[in-house]
C-alpha cells in the first residue's frame, strides 16, 4: 500500500501570501496524484489531477507541480476563501486502492 | 449540472445493517465509474469502494471488505452501498464521487454526504 503523507499539518498564512503545501508518497506514482479542498461541512472539491492540470473552474492561482515521489500544491495569492483543508490523493498503486494524505488546514495568520 | 444525492444515513446499533444510495442526475451515469469514501468525524478522507461503470469490476477498502457490498443500477441512475455488521468505527460521512478521467483515476464530483452513526 502506498502511504501519502502531506506537510505541513496545519499552515497559517496571510490573505495575498503564497501558500505552499506538500504531499510525499512511500514509492512512486508517477503523475497520478490529485489534489482536493475541503471546506467545514462541504464535500471536497477536485482542484488538480495528473499532479499539474487545473480542473475545471479552478482559479489560476493554484497550480500543482511534481511527479514520482514529491508533489507541492501552490497557492499563488491567497484569498479569504481558499482557507481550508487540502487533501493529496493518488490513484497509481491500482488495485486495490486509493489512499488520500491527512490532510494540511490552511489557516488565516 | 452534474449532481450526486446521497441518502440512506442514520443511526445504527453495532451489528446492524444499513444501505446507503447515491443518486445521480446531469451525466450519463453508466458511462463513468464510481466510488463511496467515507470521513470519520474530525479525521481524513478514506475510500472505500470502487464500481466500474457496468458494475463487473468492484473493489474494496480491506477495512470493509466481507461487510459492506456496493451495486448500481445504471437504469435508475443510482448507486448503493450495502454495509453489513457496521462497527462504531464505521462512523463517518459517507460520499458518493464519480471517477473523472480514465481508468480508476481521480474523483471530480461528490455528493454533499450522509451520515452514519453506528451506536449503541
Known amino acids: 500500500e502506498i502511504v501519502m503523507t502531506q506537510s505541513p499539518a496545519t499552515l497559517s498564512v496571510s490573505p495575498g501570501e503564497r501558500a505552499t503545501l506538500s504531499c510525499r508518497a512511500s514509492?512512486?506514482?508517477?503523475?497520478?496524484l490529485a489534489w482536493y479542498q475541503q471546506k467545514p461541512g462541504q464535500a471536497p472539491r477536485l482542484l488538480i489531477y495528473?499532479?499539474?492540470t487545473r480542473a475545471t473552474g479552478i482559479p489560476a492561482r493554484f497550480s500543482g507541480s511534481g511527479s514520482g515521489t514529491e508533489f507541492t500544491l501552490t497557492i499563488s495569492s491567497l484569498q479569504s476563501e481558499d482557507f481550508a483543508v487540502y487533501y493529496c490523493q493518488q490513484y497509481n498503486n491500482w488495485p486495490p486502492s486509493y489512499s488520500f494524505g491527512q490532510g494540511t488546514k490552511l489557516e488565516i495568520k | 449540472e452534474v449532481q450526486l444525492v446521497e441518502s440512506g444515513g442514520g443511526l445504527v446499533q453495532p451489528g446492524g445493517s444499513l444501505r446507503l444510495s447515491c443518486a445521480a442526475s446531469g451525466f450519463t451515469f453508466s458511462s463513468y465509474e464510481m466510488n463511496w469514501v467515507r470521513q470519520a468525524p474530525g479525521k481524513g478522507l478514506e475510500w472505500v469502494s470502487y464500481i466500474s461503470s457496468s458494475g463487473s469490476t468492484i473493489y474494496y477498502a480491506d477495512s470493509v471488505k466481507g461487510r459492506f457490498t456496493i451495486s448500481r443500477d445504471n437504469a435508475k441512475n443510482s448507486l448503493y452501498l450495502q454495509m453489513n455488521s457496521l462497527r462504531a468505527e464505521d462512523t463517518a460521512v459517507y460520499y458518493c464521487a464519480r471517477v473523472g478521467g480514465e481508468l480508476l483515476s481521480y474523483f471530480d464530483y461528490w455528493g454533499q454526504g450522509t451520515l452514519v452513526t453506528v451506536s449503541s
Open positions: 514509492q512512486s506514482v508517477s503523475s497520478n
Open positions: 495528473g499532479a499539474s
